[in-house]
């Protein structure tokens, strides 16, 4: 809240403007395509006290698409802002070529990636229970790989 003060002759008066709430929005593209990767940072100003975001959608976990989103300060003030999440065009998968699941066309790693942490069964490298063909095959395409620690 602004308080103004206006000298006319002599005389002082005094009145008060309210402070108008709005706000602004940078939106961030997803990180892989069809994913609920991107996100958005809400800015407010003019605020009388705090402001409550009201929405119950996670602003950091949203797919692409249009949103609006609305806010309210602590004197009852409403406003919302328009954004946009584009899909990035990138692939995702696990890009970790020691993983069990590694994805060799993935461009993005989205935290999928599935190592050995079960010594019970050392053969069983491609982890499905059952030492097997998999798993020879999976040594063969291995074979001659330098280990780095």
């Given at each position: ?25 940078t ?53 919302s ?11 995702c998968?696990?890009?970790?070529p020691t ?51």
């Amino acid at each position: 809240m602004l308080r103004h003060f206006l000298a006319v002759t002599g005389l002082l008066i005094a009145f008060t403007s309210q402070s108008q709430l709005s706000l602004s929005a940078t939106s961030y593209s997803t990180r892989c395509s069809g994913s609920a990767t991107g996100l958005v940072e809400i800015e407010s100003e003019g605020a009388v006290g705090s402001v409550t975001i009201l929405t119950n959608v996670d602003l950091s976990a949203l797919e692409a698409g249009d949103y609006v989103i609305s806010a309210e300060d602590e004197s009852g003030q409403q406003a919302s802002v328009s954004f946009t999440i584009l899909d990035h065009p990138a692939t995702c998968g696990c890009t970790y070529p020691t993983a069990f699941n590694y994805d060799n066309v993935a461009e993005v790693d989205n935290g999928s990636c599935v190592f050995s942490s079960d010594q019970s069964c050392l053969a069983d490298i491609v982890p499905d229970g059952i030492v097997g063909t998999n798993d020879l095959l999976q040594l063969l395409v291995e074979f001659g790989v330098v280990c780095s620690e």
